[in-house]
């Protein structure tokens, strides 16, 4: 069970876990819950992406992988942040 | 359960850059899928920002909490399934198999929750029919729901393959492993994009 403990992999989820409980509680608004407010979606998007690239490199062990291949996954959840916020921001 | 043959157990490069766990094939399909993906997530945003009202209306009748549940659920049983992979690797098959059925057994509360979520919604009134935000709620999360279902039956595969296999086939347990991680890395967005973002 220790040798679980020291993993780097377990830092990984206990970040990843930090990280999804902090944003469920800016997520539920702190009073402005259900209104548009662009700091809550900011906040809570580039958590989501952060997340995503823990996943794609630790998990999925994409750090260690060919350069095209982490061109493609970091370049995917870095686009896709860019083109939601984009399109949000759009309609604010 | 065999646990012996570590020394004929294909490693891992550790520490060197290039390695590509799986097979390039599974990679072609998850790179697919996460594009797909995201053409629907763009496509909800898109849509979001001409009913901002209606959205964020009809977002009051989610469960946040259980959302926040079914993420951990996922977090945790990639978790598992990253310390799985990394017992197979180093030839510790009854490790790799306990790791793996704990990521199934987790895995499996989510649908479970799924359906704690959904039925009550559905009897409530609240329909994919009702309007486009619940449209694409049930269909996002119901596609991703078939996508976590067929991962269940991924891993079943992997934990009878450690069972019956002196060295296991890493490639085959790695490409299993992505496709549950990619399962967990789609439903982080949806997690955002339904529950969370105002």
């Not at chain 2, 197979?88 to 790799?96: F, M």
Request: net charge positive; hydrophobic share 55%; with cysteine.
């Amino acid at each position: 069970m220790t040798e679980y403990l020291r993993n780097p992999l377990t830092g990984v989820w206990f970040a990843l876990t930090a990280i999804t409980i902090f944003s469920w509680w800016i997520g539920q608004g702190q009073g402005s819950a259900y209104q548009l407010d662009a700091a809550i979606t900011v906040s809570v998007l580039v958590m989501a992406a952060l997340k995503a690239v823990l996943v794609i490199a630790w998990f999925m062990e994409v750090r260690l992988g060919p350069a095209w291949l982490k061109r493609t996954t970091y370049g995917w959840a870095s686009g896709l942040l860019v083109l939601l916020l984009l399109f949000y921001w759009l309609r604010v | 359960m065999t646990t012996t043959a570590a020394d004929t157990t294909p490693r891992p490069p550790a520490g060197r850059a290039g390695y590509m766990p799986g097979e390039p094939g599974m990679w072609f399909f998850i790179i697919g899928d996460l594009f797909i993906f995201a053409v629907y997530f763009v496509a909800y945003m898109i849509y979001r920002g001409q009913q901002p009202e209606l959205f964020l209306h009809s977002q009051q009748f989610l469960s946040p909490g259980i959302g926040v549940i079914n993420t951990l659920i996922l977090l945790t049983s990639s978790w598992c399934l990253a310390l799985g992979t990394e017992a197979a690797r180093k030839g510790n098959s009854a490790a790799a198999f306990r790791l793996l059925a704990a990521t199934f057994a987790i895995g499996a509360l989510f649908p479970l929750l799924k359906m704690v979520e959904w039925v009550p919604k559905l009897a409530a009134g609240h329909s994919p029919g009702e309007n486009l935000f619940f449209m694409y709620y049930y269909v996002m999360t119901g596609l991703h729901l078939c996508h976590v279902l067929l991962g269940l039956v991924i891993i079943g595969f992997m934990l009878r393959h450690l069972r019956h296999r002196a060295s296991p086939d890493i490639k085959f347990i790695e490409a299993g492993a992505v496709y549950w991680h990619m399962v967990d890395l789609l439903w982080l967005v949806l997690f955002a994009l339904f529950y969370l973002m105002r």
